[in-house]
């Protein structure tokens, strides 16, 4: 799933993608990232972008969630929620681990690499 809103969006003071971070950390889904934009615009056609001498950024955020359909599709309810104004996208994509982020990590393959 991602997750389309702006650095400025806040849920009950709080930033609005700590929020949906903190979130999905709790319904124990398998991975959250936030990604700041450059520069952007959606529906409402106005360009967020960064500017040095503006003292309030409104950068475009994409927040990844990745985990089984089904969680994601759960957590959908969530999302919808708190985000008052953006773009969610859930796809079903192929996820590839690379190495062993948890001790207790379950890696089937070969390493990357390996012959």
Do not use: N
Not at 78 to 86: A, F, M, P, R, W
């Amino acid at each position: 799933m991602t997750v389309f809103i702006e650095e400025c969006d806040t849920w009950h003071h709080r930033p609005l993608y700590t929020e949906i971070v903190h979130r999905a950390h709790e319904a124990g889904l398998a991975g959250a990232s936030v990604f700041r934009g450059v520069e952007g615009f959606g529906a409402s056609t106005v360009i967020h972008a960064f500017r040095l001498l503006s003292g309030k950024q409104d950068l475009p955020l994409a927040i990844v969630i990745v985990d089984e359909e089904e969680r994601i599709r759960r957590f959908l309810s969530t999302v919808k929620e708190l985000v008052t104004d953006g773009l969610m996208i859930v796809e079903k994509v192929e996820v590839v681990r690379v190495g062993q982020a948890r001790a207790d990590a379950v890696w089937t393959g070969g390493a990357v690499g390996a012959e």
